[in-house]
DNA sequence: GAAACAAGGTTGTTGCGACAACCAACACGA
DNA sequence: TCGTGTTGGTTGTCGCAACAACCTTGTTTC
């Protein structure tokens, strides 16, 4: 057996080290700050957040699923623990009694007020404002260029508005 | 209370969904590939390489939790179920009785060799065969730039070589 | 309209990571 | 040398994600 890999030469490996030790922390660095503020993972919230830009703030389940790249039994399990936060509510479509209709709550709209101060603060400090416009730009050109071999389909990224406007309880309700 | 947040505007947002997403599905997919090719996460490939390329393929167990970013309790778990493998041993520091000396074994070595082809091809496959050269070096900086900020102490990164040279049977042995 | 298949969700099991508690060994001052 | 505090690791418990099995409801085909 030859061997034909094309290993990485130094920038590649330079880059492709700091890549991983990125993608290694952030999540960790987000799920601690919603964690100690609002008692939530940095996935529950971005459900939430799904949910609240939503039309009628509702989705079905396997739209929120593929929205949030999880799989139908994780959501399930989230699902369930949310609503027994009151954080949303379920309740079975009408139009097809196979499917389940999520929507987030008042109380769900509130509690991600609350936590999008410090989260957009997190944000800002550990990433966002280490970067120049330059970089902003590089950033957004070199992510979408790798999400086209990681997420083909642009399911996560099919988003509706995020941090660009006001609170989400005046935004979406 | 003021609301003197300031929210992230539309370039900003943009960019920040885009690396949210990166950082949401890179783990997935490399944990993937290393699992099926050779049963082993990425978090365990990053360990054994860090033994393979450490002066006598040896490491004290803190150090090489700092080199990972994983808990020591974390990397007891895991130095235990490579140790139960065959893939490293473990044995008391001579100097200082306290502390566990991880060397990986020529199975160990023999192992990362067989992964490393796969693991090459998936990082080209995803990441780097959809950069430029220019935006490698812009990724590089970025990433820098950012790790800045969520690893100061450079733990992470202080990385001896990767995958520049040949085999690590050689390599390290 | 009945059988076969596909789609949508939930529930149970397993494995891993986080955290806390614990034990052993070093360091240092009195 | 004794006591106190610190460092290095391991073990136990809890919570969450992956996977598989299962159930219900649509859909298609004959």
């Known amino acids: 057996m030859t061997d034909d890999t094309r290993w990485l030469d130094t920038e590649e490996s330079a880059a492709w080290v700091r890549l991983v030790a990125l993608t290694e922390l952030l999540p960790g660095v987000l799920d601690q700050q919603l964690l100690q503020d609002v008692q939530l993972t940095h996935f529950e919230y971005a459900a939430l957040m799904a949910l609240a830009s939503a039309p009628d703030r509702t989705m079905r389940m396997t739209a929120l699923a593929a929205r949030t790249n999880a799989t139908l039994p994780r959501l399930s399990h989230v699902a369930r623990r949310l609503e ?15 499917a389940t209709n999520a929507t987030i709550t008042d109380a769900g709209l509130g509690l991600i007020d609350e936590a999008a101060p410090g989260h957009v603060e997190t944000v800002r400090q550990y990433v966002l404002d280490a970067l120049s416009p330059e970089q902003l730009r590089q950033l957004y050109e070199i ?24 609170p989400a309880i005046a935004r979406a309700g």
């Not at 027994?84 to 196979?98: K, V």
């Not at 992510?143 to 006001?166: H, I, K, N």
């Open 84 to 98: 027994e936060r009151g954080l949303i509510r379920r309740f079975p479509c009408p139009t097809d009694r196979r």
């Open 143 to 166: 992510a979408g260029a790798v999400l086209g071999r990681l997420d083909p389909d642009e399911r996560l990224t099919a988003t509706a508005c995020q941090f660009s406007e006001g």
